[in-house]
């Protein structure tokens, strides 16, 4: 996905002009390699939660606002975005939303294609997971599925693992027998390329920020615990992403036991 055209831009004039997302939390956002942009959606602002899709072009450093066509997801946050390289699409999933009723949470899978910025929701089949916010998701090239683990339910804290294939727009439940990382909420993942395994951290087990790393191999579902050389103190909600120049996977921020965000 390297050759094809960039997505038109809209933004123009002097950058202090141009135009910017508001202040949120909670978005969910991915890279696109084609446009060389990262395309970001919903989170929770001041006014309440965000529906709406914002561009950012990494070498112009400027944000522009995507208008989609056709209808897309309620507004929302704590929901997971992943990069369908297949389809070159970004595909969003779960998520909670807060409004006059109350709480919702949510189970649908939405996708958005980058060529055409048209959004489609993927209607899977009755077995799907139990509604939930704060899981952690990727994508994986080689079987073109989603993959997620865990998150917060009506239920409580869930430590299933689960793969939604876009093109049947059906669900597996693949959770294996053991070892698993147990329940947990608030978590984050990334995509190891070079072993081709999804690599979760850290999230919220009763009011405690968790400081471990398991890695999930994704030929064949079962996970791992990884040690680590240093610890963190533990948090909920880091930022992560697997950097394959350096072979490591970083960790960034997040909010610890105490409530310090680091």
Known sequence: FCCGPRPPSVSSGPKSMRPATSPRRNAAAIY?????RVILFGGRGSSG???DVWAF???GD????????GEGPTPRFTHNA?????????LIWSGRRLDATGSTLLNDVWA?????????RLAAAAEAPVARYGTAAVFDPLDGSLVTFAGFTTQGRFDDTWRFDPTSRAWRDVTPASPQPGERCLHSAAHDTRRHRMIMFGGQRGSNALDDAWALDLATDRWTELASASQTG???FPAVAYDPVGDRFLAFGGE???GIRA
């Open 234 to 236: 533990g948090r909920r």
């Open 82 to 90: 992943v990069y369908d390289a297949t389809g070159h699409r970004m």
């Open 62 to 69: 400027s944000w522009e606002q995507v208008q989609p066509d």
């Open 32 to 36: 696109d390699p084609v446009g060389e």
């Open 49 to 51: 939660d965000r529906g």
């Open 57 to 59: 072009d990494l070498a």
């Open 112 to 120: 958005l294609d980058l060529a055409t910025h048209r959004w489609a």
């Open 256 to 258: 610890r036991t105490d």
